[in-house]
Protein backbone atom coordinates (compact mmCIF):
# COMPACT_ATOMS: atom_id res chain seq x y z
CA UNK A 1 0.00 0.00 0.00
CA UNK A 2 1.59 3.38 -1.11
CA UNK A 3 2.28 5.62 2.22
CA UNK A 4 0.79 9.02 2.99
CA UNK A 5 3.37 10.28 5.14
CA UNK A 6 7.15 9.49 5.09
CA UNK A 7 9.78 10.34 8.06
CA UNK A 8 13.54 11.49 6.40
CA UNK A 9 15.90 11.23 10.09
CA UNK A 10 18.76 9.69 10.50
CA UNK A 11 18.68 9.29 14.34
CA UNK A 12 17.50 6.02 14.99
CA UNK A 13 15.67 6.45 18.59
CA UNK A 14 13.62 9.73 16.95
CA UNK A 15 12.88 8.38 13.58
CA UNK A 16 11.52 5.25 15.44
CA UNK A 17 9.56 8.11 17.80
CA UNK A 18 8.06 9.89 14.75
CA UNK A 19 7.06 6.75 13.01
CA UNK A 20 5.06 5.79 15.93
CA UNK A 21 3.50 9.57 16.13
CA UNK A 22 2.72 9.30 12.08
CA UNK A 23 1.65 5.57 12.54
CA UNK A 24 -1.00 7.09 14.93
CA UNK A 25 -2.10 9.49 13.05
CA UNK A 26 -2.33 7.85 9.54
CA UNK A 27 -1.90 4.10 10.17
CA UNK A 28 0.99 1.37 10.60
CA UNK A 29 0.49 0.99 7.11
CA UNK A 30 0.60 4.27 5.62
CA UNK A 31 4.27 5.45 6.96
CA UNK A 32 6.99 5.12 5.50
CA UNK A 33 11.09 6.05 6.52
CA UNK A 34 14.77 6.85 5.07
CA UNK A 35 17.42 7.81 6.93
CA UNK A 36 18.64 10.38 4.67
CA UNK A 37 17.94 12.67 1.92
CA UNK A 38 18.78 10.90 -0.76
CA UNK A 39 17.47 7.72 0.37
CA UNK A 40 14.06 9.59 1.11
CA UNK A 41 14.07 11.28 -2.60
CA UNK A 42 14.16 7.07 -3.73
CA UNK A 43 11.13 6.46 -1.33
CA UNK A 44 9.24 9.38 -2.21
CA UNK A 45 9.26 8.48 -6.21
CA UNK A 46 7.56 5.38 -5.44
CA UNK A 47 5.02 7.12 -3.32
CA UNK A 48 2.38 8.75 -5.27
CA UNK A 49 -0.09 9.37 -2.32
CA UNK A 50 2.39 11.50 -0.28
CA UNK A 51 0.42 13.77 1.96
CA UNK A 52 3.32 14.49 4.68
CA UNK A 53 6.69 14.43 4.85
CA UNK A 54 8.87 14.98 7.86
CA UNK A 55 12.22 15.83 7.17
CA UNK A 56 15.17 16.40 9.21
CA UNK A 57 17.31 19.70 7.72
CA UNK A 58 20.74 18.99 9.66
CA UNK A 59 21.11 15.57 7.87
CA UNK A 60 24.19 14.59 6.62
CA UNK A 61 25.24 14.30 2.48
CA UNK A 62 22.30 16.53 1.36
CA UNK A 63 20.94 18.64 3.59
CA UNK A 64 18.84 22.25 4.65
CA UNK A 65 17.53 23.98 2.06
CA UNK A 66 19.03 21.62 -0.52
CA UNK A 67 17.08 18.87 0.62
CA UNK A 68 14.16 20.63 1.03
CA UNK A 69 13.90 22.01 -2.18
CA UNK A 70 14.99 18.31 -3.61
CA UNK A 71 11.76 17.67 -2.02
CA UNK A 72 9.54 20.12 -2.92
CA UNK A 73 10.06 18.95 -6.55
CA UNK A 74 10.22 15.68 -6.05
CA UNK A 75 6.44 15.34 -4.13
CA UNK A 76 5.03 18.94 -4.74
CA UNK A 77 1.71 17.42 -3.40
CA UNK A 78 3.02 16.62 0.47
CA UNK A 79 3.41 19.32 3.18
CA UNK A 80 7.35 19.22 4.21
CA UNK A 81 7.45 19.69 7.57
CA UNK A 82 11.46 20.47 8.85
CA UNK A 83 11.84 18.96 12.39
CA UNK A 84 15.02 20.44 13.42
CA UNK A 85 17.34 20.39 16.47
CA UNK A 86 17.90 23.82 15.46
CA UNK A 87 15.87 26.91 16.58
CA UNK A 88 17.67 29.05 15.18
CA UNK A 89 15.44 32.21 13.33
CA UNK A 90 17.64 32.31 9.83
CA UNK A 91 17.74 28.47 9.54
CA UNK A 92 13.78 28.40 9.52
CA UNK A 93 13.37 31.33 7.11
CA UNK A 94 15.48 29.67 4.79
CA UNK A 95 13.42 26.06 4.91
CA UNK A 96 10.18 28.34 4.54
CA UNK A 97 11.76 30.06 1.38
CA UNK A 98 12.42 26.77 0.09
CA UNK A 99 9.86 25.55 0.61
CA UNK A 100 8.69 24.12 3.67
CA UNK A 101 5.38 24.86 5.44
CA UNK A 102 6.74 24.20 9.32
CA UNK A 103 9.90 24.72 10.71
CA UNK A 104 8.94 22.33 14.10
CA UNK A 105 11.61 22.02 17.14
CA UNK A 106 12.69 18.83 17.91
CA UNK A 107 12.29 19.52 21.73
CA UNK A 108 8.72 20.23 20.93
CA UNK A 109 6.31 18.14 22.94
CA UNK A 110 4.34 15.03 20.91
CA UNK A 111 1.25 16.49 21.07
CA UNK A 112 2.20 20.33 19.42
CA UNK A 113 4.04 18.10 16.32
CA UNK A 114 0.98 15.63 16.09
CA UNK A 115 -1.02 19.02 15.67
CA UNK A 116 1.01 20.65 13.24
CA UNK A 117 1.02 17.28 11.13
CA UNK A 118 -2.75 16.67 11.20
CA UNK A 119 -3.20 20.47 10.24
CA UNK A 120 -0.66 20.22 7.80
CA UNK A 121 -2.25 16.83 5.94
CA UNK A 122 -5.50 18.48 6.42
CA UNK A 123 -3.99 21.67 4.21
CA UNK A 124 -5.30 23.40 7.27
CA UNK A 125 -2.02 25.51 7.71
CA UNK A 126 -2.21 28.93 5.25
CA UNK A 127 1.16 30.28 6.37
CA UNK A 128 4.20 28.59 7.64
CA UNK A 129 4.53 27.88 10.63
CA UNK A 130 7.17 28.14 13.17
CA UNK A 131 6.81 25.40 16.16
CA UNK A 132 9.38 25.87 19.29
CA UNK A 133 8.14 24.08 22.99
CA UNK A 134 5.84 27.38 23.38
CA UNK A 135 3.69 26.82 20.66
CA UNK A 136 3.01 27.31 17.07
CA UNK A 137 3.93 30.66 16.12
CA UNK A 138 3.63 32.68 12.53
CA UNK A 139 6.86 31.91 10.21
CA UNK A 140 9.87 33.88 11.44
CA UNK A 141 11.01 36.74 9.54
CA UNK A 142 14.54 36.27 9.83
CA UNK A 143 17.24 37.88 6.89
CA UNK A 144 20.04 35.82 5.67
CA UNK A 145 23.36 37.24 6.25
CA UNK A 146 24.23 39.86 3.90
CA UNK A 147 27.43 38.54 2.57
CA UNK A 148 29.70 40.44 0.09
CA UNK A 149 30.77 38.83 -3.01
CA UNK A 150 34.30 38.25 -1.68
CA UNK A 151 32.82 37.08 1.53
CA UNK A 152 30.90 34.41 -0.99
CA UNK A 153 33.71 33.19 -2.63
CA UNK A 154 35.52 32.73 0.36
CA UNK A 155 33.02 31.03 1.77
CA UNK A 156 32.56 28.70 -0.68
CA UNK A 157 36.20 27.16 -0.87
CA UNK A 158 36.16 27.61 3.50
CA UNK A 159 32.97 24.97 2.57
CA UNK A 160 35.25 23.20 0.45
CA UNK A 161 38.04 22.25 3.14
CA UNK A 162 40.73 24.76 1.68
CA UNK A 163 43.28 26.13 4.74
CA UNK A 164 43.34 29.60 4.94
CA UNK A 165 47.29 30.31 2.90
CA UNK A 166 45.47 28.12 0.00
CA UNK A 167 42.24 30.31 -0.06
CA UNK A 168 44.38 33.18 -0.16
CA UNK A 169 46.41 32.01 -3.02
CA UNK A 170 43.09 31.37 -4.94
CA UNK A 171 41.72 34.90 -4.40
CA UNK A 172 44.66 36.67 -4.55
CA UNK A 173 44.59 38.01 -0.46
CA UNK A 174 47.01 38.08 1.89
CA UNK A 175 47.03 35.08 4.53
CA UNK A 176 45.55 37.62 7.41
CA UNK A 177 43.36 39.18 5.10
CA UNK A 178 41.60 35.81 4.40
CA UNK A 179 41.32 35.14 8.16
CA UNK A 180 40.17 38.21 8.83
CA UNK A 181 37.06 37.54 6.20
CA UNK A 182 36.83 34.09 8.19
CA UNK A 183 36.69 35.58 11.61
CA UNK A 184 33.59 37.71 10.52
CA UNK A 185 31.86 34.99 8.31
CA UNK A 186 31.84 33.47 11.71
CA UNK A 187 30.43 36.38 13.57
CA UNK A 188 27.72 36.66 10.80
CA UNK A 189 26.81 33.00 10.70
CA UNK A 190 26.87 32.81 14.30
CA UNK A 191 29.15 30.03 14.33
CA UNK A 192 32.36 28.99 16.25
CA UNK A 193 34.33 26.88 13.51
CA UNK A 194 35.29 25.68 10.19
CA UNK A 195 32.70 23.03 9.84
CA UNK A 196 29.38 24.73 11.90
CA UNK A 197 30.02 27.37 8.87
CA UNK A 198 30.28 25.10 6.60
CA UNK A 199 26.94 23.09 8.21
CA UNK A 200 25.37 26.42 8.67
CA UNK A 201 26.22 27.59 4.91
CA UNK A 202 24.42 24.70 3.79
CA UNK A 203 21.52 25.09 5.67
CA UNK A 204 20.89 28.77 4.76
CA UNK A 205 21.35 27.68 1.47
CA UNK A 206 24.58 30.01 0.67
CA UNK A 207 26.76 27.29 -0.63
CA UNK A 208 25.09 23.77 -2.16
CA UNK A 209 28.03 21.85 -1.22
CA UNK A 210 28.43 21.01 -4.77
Avoid at 13 to 36: D, K, M, T
Avoid at 123 to 146: C, D, Q, R, S
Amino acid sequence: MPAAALVVEDHPLYRSALLHLLAQIFGSGEVAAASSAEEGLRVAAGEPRLRVVLLDPGLPGMSGVEAIAAFRRQAPAAALIAVSASEDRREAAAAFRAGAIAFVSKAASTELIADVVRRAAAAELKEPAWVTPAGIGPAAEAPLPVLTPRQLEILALLCQGHPNKEIGLRVGLAEVTVKMHVTSLFRQLGVANRTQAALAARRLGLHSGG
